[in-house]
């Protein structure tokens, strides 16, 4: 099968069989996706790979807890480990927070919530998986009070783009009336340990619109008016100083994703104009320089804004190589409306729309921050989609591999004429006698739970069919 994908220039794609090695099909487990949120490979490695999840479900069978799935050589279930949030006292909340890998591929950290109205407080926890003993270690990592369930701060949490720094904001509840302040914790991943917290004023007329941590571990925020007026501003927050800066155009800024080149910070957003007729909200995609304080180039683009009914844009992955940024976006996107009930004993029902990811496309642009050439990705929009990525992508020695549309691994080489090698494009779509009576097109790829083994020069891959999840090794020929 070939396909053409136009790009500036023709980027040619095709779609081999395997030669002699097959690929490793690990068998099934129950997974209920709707409940266990968020999967994530972890500490992987070509001996073994490790799934994250958590659960944090509410009624009678409610549960709150993190798992981490252990998996052979062979992508076979070996063993599960557990870790139920902590609990204050009776009537205690909980919430998920984030996760990031430790350096030496041997712990994940992760970050839960417990909050309750009986001590007025929710405190922020830290748990440290270790593959070597298989257990977990548990610390507060900051208390924080609040005036009632209803008015306590909420989380954010966002990892910088070199896996070096975690940034956590405490986003207290906002009045119409006093200033409130906002509590930034910046933590290194190599031991989770905290290196600063700050409390930073937000005026009441004001909102966090967003925030993001750079690669040298400044968190920025993304500040905007509330109402009706459009205008926002930067506020880059250090141990020492925060500092607010203008973006000197009057434009509205979607989330802002930041990159560096050598020693200094950037930032990548869709935006639009804040004043007079705007096509949509993602009519342009900027570079700003963020030492400099000045928007370096402004493009105008129309592959996300031509699109119906786009709810979100999010920047999945981003790439530097050939003195580029190599960019990899998608939309979430209105796919219909169902019947949803008011509460599971109601027999009345409201529609509801629903929203899917997808479509998804690269961006390649400048360091001078103009943009060179756009290719769409082939991607999945099926049931999946609605709560995870519709693609997902590795670099392996400066070439990408993209697992999106169906169950085929495929090659970009952006070497300036896009072309692609033939042999070293990948179909997997072979008999898997795993699945009973099941074709190659009845399984789901789950394309976010990919990843490269640069040891073993093999890709890993999560399957999705008949409500069990699995994992796959695929030889990259």
Not at 204 to 225: L, P, W
Request: charged share 25%.
């Amino acid at each position: 099968m070939k396909r053409i994908i136009t790009l500036g220039i023709s980027l040619c794609l095709t779609v081999l069989c395997f030669g002699q090695q097959a690929p490793e099909y690990g068998n099934g487990f129950d997974f209920k996706y709707e409940e266990e949120q968020e999967p994530k490979l972890v500490l992987t490695d070509s001996y073994n790979a490790y799934l994250l999840t958590y659960i944090n479900t509410n009624g009678i069978l409610s549960k709150r807890e993190i798992i981490i799935r252990k998996f052979d050589q062979k992508n076979q279930l070996v063993d599960t480990y557990k870790k139920t949030f902590p609990e204050i006292d009776n009537g205690t909340l909980y919430n998920y927070i984030g996760s990031a890998a430790m350096p030496g591929n041997n712990k994940v950290v992760i970050f839960t919530e417990s909050y309750t109205g009986k001590s007025d407080k929710q405190d922020l926890y830290r748990h440290i998986f270790d593959k070597a003993t298989g257990s977990f270690t548990t610390s507060l990592v900051k208390s924080f009070p609040m005036e009632s369930v209803n008015k306590k701060g909420v989380f954010q949490f966002e990892l910088s783009e070199n896996n070096r720094f975690i940034g956590i904001v405490n986003v207290k509840n906002s009045t119409k009336k006093e200033v409130v302040q906002n509590t930034v914790m910046m933590l290194d991943v190599a031991n989770a340990g905290l290196l600063w917290s700050k409390d930073i004023p937000l005026e009441a007329k004001d909102y966090e619109r967003s925030f993001t941590v750079t690669n040298s571990g400044k968190a920025v925020f993304v500040r905007a008016a509330k109402g009706m007026k459009l205008y926002n501003y930067l506020t880059v927050v250090t141990e020492a100083a925060a500092e607010n800066k203008e973006l000197g155009e009057e434009v509205q800024l979607q989330d802002p994703k930041a990159i560096s080149i050598g020693n200094r910070d950037y930032l990548l957003a869709f935006d639009h104009n804040a004043k007079g007729l705007r096509s949509g909200d993602f009519e342009k995609f900027m570079l700003y320089d963020l030492d400099a304080a000045k928007i370096m180039n402004n493009n105008k683009i129309s592959i996300f804004n031509n699109l119906k009914d786009v709810k979100e844009v999010e920047i999945r992955n981003v790439f530097i190589q050939n003195n580029e940024f190599h960019i990899f976006a998608e939309a979430r996107v209105k796919a219909g409306t169902r019947p949803v009930k008011v509460n599971q004993f109601s027999t009345m029902a409201f529609d509801e729309p629903y929203y899917r990811y997808g479509p998804a496309y690269m961006i390649i642009m400048d360091y001078e921050g103009k943009i060179k050439n756009i290719a769409a990705l082939g991607v999945n929009q099926n049931n999946l989609a609605e709560i995870y990525p519709s693609f997902g992508v590795v670099n392996v020695k400066g070439d990408y591999r993209i697992i999106g549309s169906g169950s085929e691994i495929y090659k970009w080489s952006p070497n300036g004429n896009f072309s692609v090698n033939p042999k070293e494009s990948v179909r997997f779509r072979t008999y898997d006698n795993t699945l009973e009576n099941a074709l190659w097109w009845d399984w789901q790829p789950v394309p976010h739970l990919f990843g490269y083994l640069p040891d073993s020069k093999k890709f890993i891959i999560g399957r999705y069919y008949n409500k069990q999840l699995s994992l796959i090794t695929v030889p990259n020929p």
